[in-house]
């Protein structure tokens, strides 16, 4: 893996496009490429084979899902790639689906960007191997509410180390966020998974995969 | 007519009334003879008495005569007297010598008893005596007087004969005077009593009382003198006299009998009359029939109907005429008859001799002791097939009422009006612009070869709009092919025909058929109103939809990438700013925060104005969207084994979230229970939940948006909401009819 990964770019509304590929440029992830649509981008990635693939869900021609399919041949044909899916409004099944894929994948709400810290944080995450999901999407799977529900057995704390775990904090990045120490973190996630039925599992990406799948199915 | 009845009572009356007279006639004729004889028979005995009085009479002459010298004496005379009249009854005899000179006649010689007593007595003072005494100068034998009074209260008359008086030689002219009292004439018959009472006439006095009874009459002559003899006519008694009676009694008996008789008699002749005329004119139909079941009598009406003869109906069992699908229930109610019904009821259907079936309404009564059962019964067939026709008219509207699709209701009014006219086709066909008609049902081959989809071009005879018949002969009856207009909103929309081949069709044939066509057309227009109402309701959907759909993607794509976009932009300049400026720096990073959190509200307002999910994930991730966001716990499940169109889904996503936001907002439930399952060819979703219920289904649009939305895929939408039990709502929509209408 390279210091500087290098991103292809996938967005039709070329203003944002632009701001983001000079975002990157400007925080060491060199855009090698930019495209317009989904076939574009696939070309393009195959082109250069990047290590970071940003792609937004919604593209022509149909403007429904473009971004997803294209990622999700990306990801098939180039499993190592880390792949950020952007989305303007949350929709978990698409994260879902992208996340059952493999590691390495991102799935964030385009508002996030404007965070351009936490933004480039987290695209270093993915291409260091890492998965991400993006906290309004997480708060809206912790947020729903259902008779009888097991995280009623967590502490608010634990709630929070939840959420955190979802969006695809390590446990120190956990602490660093609610700062308190990574044992405490430990201890926390600890209980969770003594509470509920989640593999212990030292993998980042398939914790945050088993932790959005049984928030996404309790 | 009376007089036939009277004549017989006349004639008994008239012989009563001549028998009557005649018996009585005989019976006084009877009674007259009687009387004659008795009149005779005391006629014989007094006659008797007279002719005794006679002899003595010319006896005493004789004594008077023959006595010589010195002539009879006093003595003598009254001696004679007692000696001859004694024994005879008589008291009293004279001899009378006229009075020279006088009219005075003395009895010179007396028998001295009354009412000669005394000598010398003036007899010629005695009625008749002197009229008698001359007489009797003149006749040779004696004479009577008349029957007269005397002073001393007695009836009796004088028998007088000359008898002169012989002196010697001498000859004294003088008369022998007998008295003889009426009471001695009489005695005889007095004695015998063979005549009752006798009443004995000789001019002057009546001698005997015969009362107030009517006198029978007999007459002699003695004596020169007519006697009368009268005696009562006897009464009718016994049997003569009741003879005439009997007579009469029995003869008005008899003719009270034969009055009585003749009426009754004219009356059986008039119920008779009467019964015959009701058999012959009564439009009902009589038969009368064996307890075999054969017909013994057929009144006209009845054989006119069935065409036959009575000659051929007779002896011919009725069951032969009974259509073949009613004979069981005839026999069945007949049945009855024999298990001691008094009567029965039922309709049948019986053939005429052309073969045609009549309706027929009896009424069976038995007689059991002649094994006679009386039928009679009327026409009804008008009457039912116009039942029958109404019946037929009433499915099919009920078709048309229940909205059925049209294709059922052309299906069912081909089958009607083929069965109702006994036609051998019937189809519905619609005109095409251009003037063709195209079969789109048909029952039948009687219309030719006809199917769904043949087609008949302008100028068919069947392609003709304005309604028509055609009649052609055939060797089996006329065919006649009707064509009947279907109008629909003042349009010719199509036509129904129909063929039957038999009688010609009766005239009012086109009328029923137009009912039909009304039917028809009324189906055609609710159809086409429905279609036209599910299309509008459906452009109206579809237009909200888009829009919505617009609007998500300006904002999410547009407005929200914009502040993105803008947040970008600045952070970049901020990025540019030398490090001096740090005030600027966190104050356009202010900016930016806020564009961003401006986009994240965006983000938030915009959800649900249209569910993008549902272009690629289908209509699951986006329920279960919809669960997640619920403000109220969902219990969800999904069995949908195909992929739904996506307006399908787009409704169905909006049952849910209406269905949900109604449970958070209104219904104050605690769960939310939603199936949605494909169930043949529907999607079926029941969104319930146990909240207070008593959901107003007209309260607030969104319901009405809702079965707006529905219904414009030819589905339904159901709320049940009791107070207290939760509201259920319940949508299905047909997945092929979407399909269709998408």
Not at chain 1, 4 to 28: I, N, T
Not at chain 1, 102 to 116: A, C, E, H, W
Request: hydrophobic share 45%; charged share 25%.
């Amino acid at each position: 893996v390279s210091a500087k990964p290098r991103v292809v770019l996938a967005d039709d509304d070329v203003l944002l496009r632009e701001g983001l590929a000079s975002l990157l440029e400007r925080s060491e992830f060199p855009v090698v490429a930019q495209a317009g649509d989904g076939t574009e981008l696939v070309a393009l990635v195959r082109e250069h084979r990047p290590e970071l693939v940003l792609v937004d869900i919604r593209m022509p021609p149909t403007h429904s899902t473009e971004g997803l399919d294209a990622a999700r041949e990306i990801r098939d044909e180039f499993p190592d790639m880390g792949i950020v899916l952007l989305s303007a409004h949350v929709e978990v099944e698409h994260a879902m689906e992208l996340l059952a894929r493999g590691g390495k994948t991102g799935y964030l709400l385009k508002s996030r960007v404007t965070d351009v810290d936490e933004f480039l944080d987290t695209l270093g995450r993915v291409a260091r191997g890492g998965s991400v999901v993006d906290p309004a999407l997480v708060r809206e799977l912790v947020d729903a509410r259902r008779r009888d529900d097991p995280l009623a057995e967590l502490t608010p704390r634990e709630r929070e180390v939840l959420g955190l775990m979802a969006e695809g904090r390590s446990n120190a990045g956990i602490g660093r966020q609610l700062w308190v120490t990574e044992g405490t973190v430990e201890k926390h996630v600890r209980s969770i998974l003594s509470k509920l039925p989640l593999p212990s599992t030292e993998d980042d990406h398939r914790r945050v995969l088993a932790v959005v799948a049984f928030l996404e199915a309790r | 007519m009376l007089s036939r009845q009277i004549a017989p009572i006349g004639l008994v009356l008239a012989m009563t009334v001549a028998g009557f007279v005649l018996a009585r006639a005989l019976g006084e004729r009877d009674v007259e003879r009687a009387s004659k004889h008795r009149a005779d028979v005391a006629v014989a005995e007094i006659r008797g008495r007279v002719a005794q009085g006679s002899d003595l009479a010319e006896s005493l002459r004789g004594f008077m005569v023959d006595h010589v010298s010195p002539g009879v004496t006093n003595g003598q005379f009254v001696d004679i007297g007692s000696r001859w009249l004694a024994p005879a009854g008589l008291p009293a005899a004279a001899w009378v010598k006229r009075v020279p000179g006088s009219t005075r006649l003395r009895a010179t010689l007396a028998t001295r008893v009354p009412p000669i007593a005394v000598p010398g007595l003036d007899l010629g003072a005695a009625p008749s005596f002197s009229e008698a005494a001359a007489r009797a100068a003149r006749h040779p034998g004696p004479v009577a007087t008349r029957l007269e009074r005397l002073g001393d209260g007695t009836r009796g008359l004088y028998i007088v004969a000359a008898a002169p008086r012989r002196t010697g030689r001498k000859l004294e002219p003088g008369l022998v005077a007998l008295f003889v009292p009426a009471s001695w004439l009489l005695e005889p018959t007095r004695k015998s009593r063979s005549s009752g009472a006798v009443e004995l006439r000789a001019g002057g006095a009546a001698a005997g009382n015969l009362g107030h009874a009517t006198p029978v009459g007999s007459t002699f002559s003695a004596l020169g003198r007519r006697f009368q003899v009268l005696v009562p006519k006897g009464a009718v008694r016994g049997p003569a006299a009741l003879l005439p009676w009997i007579i009469l009694g029995a003869g008005l008996v008899l003719s009270a009998l034969a009055g009585v008789l003749g009426v009754s008699a004219a009356r059986r002749v008039r119920a008779q009359r009467d019964a015959d005329r009701i058999f012959n004119l009564a439009p009902e139909l009589i038969a009368v029939a064996g307890f075999d079941g054969c017909f013994r009598r057929a009144n006209p009406a009845l054989q006119a109907l069935l065409g036959y003869s009575e000659a051929e109906l007779i002896g011919r069992p009725l069951l032969d005429f009974v259509h073949a699908d009613d004979r069981a229930r005839t026999e069945e109610r007949t049945r009855a008859l024999r298990d001691g019904a008094a009567q029965v009821a039922f309709e049948n259907r019986n053939a005429s001799k052309d073969g045609a079936y009549r309706w027929l309404e009896w009424t069976v009564t038995p007689v059991r002791d002649e094994q006679i059962i009386y039928a009679v019964a009327r026409d009804v067939t008008e009457r039912k097939s116009l039942a029958d026709e109404q019946a037929a008219l009433r499915r099919v509207a009920t078709l048309v009422a229940r909205g059925v699709s049209p294709a059922e209701t052309f299906a069912a009014v081909v089958e009607e009006v083929a069965r109702l006219f006994g036609a051998g086709g019937a189809v519905v066909a619609r005109f095409e612009p251009d003037g063709a008609a195209t079969v789109i049902v048909g029952v039948g081959q009687d219309v030719g070869e006809v199917t769904a989809g043949t087609r008949w071009e302008p100028g068919d005879p069947m392609a003709e709009p304005a309604g028509f018949r055609r009649e052609e002969r055939r060797p089996h009856g006329t065919r006649s092919v009707i064509g009947s207009p279907i109008m629909v909103e003042g349009r010719v929309w199509g036509t129904i025909v129909m063929s039957a081949t038999g009688d010609p069709l009766p005239p009012d044939t086109e009328r029923r058929m137009a009912s039909f066509a009304g039917l028809v057309a009324t189906a055609v227009a609710n159809a086409e109103s429905r279609a036209e109402l599910t299309a509008s309701r459906a452009r109206v959907v579809t237009a909200a939809d888009e829009t919505r759909r617009r609007i998500e993607r300006d904002l999410h794509d547009g407005a929200q990438q914009q502040l993105v976009s803008l947040g970008l932009g600045l952070r970049a300049a901020v990025e540019k700013l030398p490090p001096e400026l740090a005030e600027v720096r966190e104050e356009l990073s202010a900016t930016a925060r806020g564009l961003a959190a401006s986009a994240e509200e965006l983000r938030e307002l915009s959800r649900g104005i249209h569910p993008a999910i549902l272009s690629a994930g289908g209509l699951a991730p986006a329920l279960k969207t919809l669960a997640r966001r619920s403000a109220v716990p969902v219990q969800l499940t999904i069995s949908v084994d195909r992929p739904l169109p996506e307006h399908l889904e787009v409704a169905a996503y909006y049952v849910v979230s209406e269905a949900l936001t109604n449970a958070a907002k209104h219904a104050h439930a605690s769960e939310v229970t939603i199936n949605v399952a494909t169930e043949d060819s529907t999607i079926v979703l029941v969104v319930r939940d146990d909240g207070v219920g008593g959901a107003d289904p007209e309260r607030g649009s969104g319901l009405t948006g809702l079965r707006d939305r529905v219904e414009a895929l030819g589905g339904t939408l159901a709320l049940t909401s009791a107070a207290g039990e939760g509201t259920s709502l319940r949508a299905a929509i047909p997945i092929d009819e979407a399909e269709g209408l998408a």
